[in-house]
């Protein structure tokens, strides 16, 4: 039995945390939220962040950091991105980290999807900057964890495709096992850019295929067809990304973090950054935000988190570092910094 820690307390955090939980492991969650730990240990609940879910009573919280991290087999990080580098540092300076060596180390599994930037503000990938600021014996060892996996079906013990992606084989393999259950079929990668690059850049063409969603509901000229060009469309947008940053396995792209990643989160009714979208037309979301700037500042004023807003920012930064063409992520860009209309972008790049 596996001593594990999540760090987040959210509903992805949570729901793998459930999965882990029902398969035996010692699963201890961290929330910044006394009331969210609260009713997970006494309740058995977390309606914030996973509504209608009873959780198992092996499943635990805590607001200490330290005590989440301490004696663990395997920690699991699963912060919204805006957030991580920050609760890494203070993760590290615990009496956790301090006796750690690179003989005995705990496994460090990334849930967290998006960019993340280093000390210039340049976009990074996650495994890339958090080596900057883990202990040098994690470095090759980080295993980023990504898939078609929405945490709503993955705490009903819905079946789940997860891929675990490292550096190392060994570490893959062996975060791969400690997931695995009988509705959570995991599968190891040695391409862990690729892996980041899907995850991340998804979330930016869900938004789009949002307002084309939106737009299609009254469109005598847009339907399921025109739906499926453009995530086609978007995930050839994802390749030349992930091939510009050093990808090493194209069929990364076809896999379950590619393809199937983009599939659910742009089709499914539970994907946040699709609903962002259909909002920017039918609610006209944009409304109080200057531009993407300020929107990324105010996005807890949304009520709901859209990690592909603050990944499209950091897209049009790697597009102009790197020479490319990426039309759909581009022009999400401009809706989303005021300078565009959703109709005009859709006919834009469609029509």
């Not at 009496?95 to 930037?117: C, D, H, R």
């Not at 037309?281 to 929107?295: A, C, Q, R, T, Y």
């Not at 990690?307 to 790197?322: F, L, P, S, T």
Request: hydrophobic fraction near 40%; charged fraction near 20%; include cysteine.
């Amino acid at each position: 039995m596996a001593q594990i820690g999540i760090i987040s307390a959210g509903a992805w955090g949570t729901a793998v945390g459930v999965s882990l939980a029902k398969n035996g492991q010692t699963v201890e969650l961290w929330g910044r939220s006394e009331q969210v730990c609260r009713l997970i240990n006494a309740e058995h609940i977390n309606p914030k962040y996973l509504p209608g879910i009873n959780l198992p009573k092996n499943l635990k919280a805590s607001t200490d950091l330290e005590k989440v991290c301490a004696k663990k087999d395997l920690i699991i990080l699963a912060p919204p991105s805006l957030y991580l580098a920050d609760i890494v540092k203070k993760m590290i300076k615990t009496a956790a980290f301090s006796n750690l060596t690179n003989e005995s180390f705990p496994s460090i599994g990334i849930l967290t999807k998006g960019f993340v930037t280093d000390s210039n503000g340049e976009p990074k990938l996650i495994t890339q900057e958090l080596e900057t600021i883990l202990p040098e014996f994690y470095k090759n060892h980080l295993v980023y964890i990504s898939g078609p996996s929405h945490g709503e079906e993955v705490a009903l013990g819905k079946i789940t495709g997860l891929i675990a992606a490292s550096n190392n084989p060994m570490s893959a393999i062996r975060v791969r096992e400690l997931l695995r259950s009988k509705s959570l079929q995991v599968y190891s990668s040695l391409d862990p850019i690729g892996v980041q690059v899907c995850a991340a850049v998804k979330n930016v063409i869900a938004v789009a295929f949002g307002i084309l969603d939106a737009i299609t509901d009254s469109s005598e000229i847009f339907g399921d067809n025109t739906e499926s060009l453009l995530l086609a469309a978007g995930l050839n947008e994802i390749q030349i990304i992930g091939r510009a940053l050093g990808a090493t396995h194209p069929e990364t792209f076809t896999s379950i973090a590619g393809v199937g990643d983009l599939d659910v989160t742009c089709r499914s009714k539970y994907g946040r950054n699709r609903r962002f979208g259909r909002d920017i037309v039918h609610k006209n979301i944009l409304s109080p935000f200057k531009n993407i700037e300020d929107l990324i500042k105010r996005l807890p004023e949304v009520q709901y988190l859209a990690e592909g807003v603050i990944a499209c920012k950091y897209v049009k930064i790697i597009a102009e570092n790197h020479g490319l063409k990426l039309p759909i992520c581009t022009g999400l860009y401009s809706i989303l910094n005021k300078e565009e209309s959703p109709q005009g972008f859709v006919e834009k790049i469609l029509v």
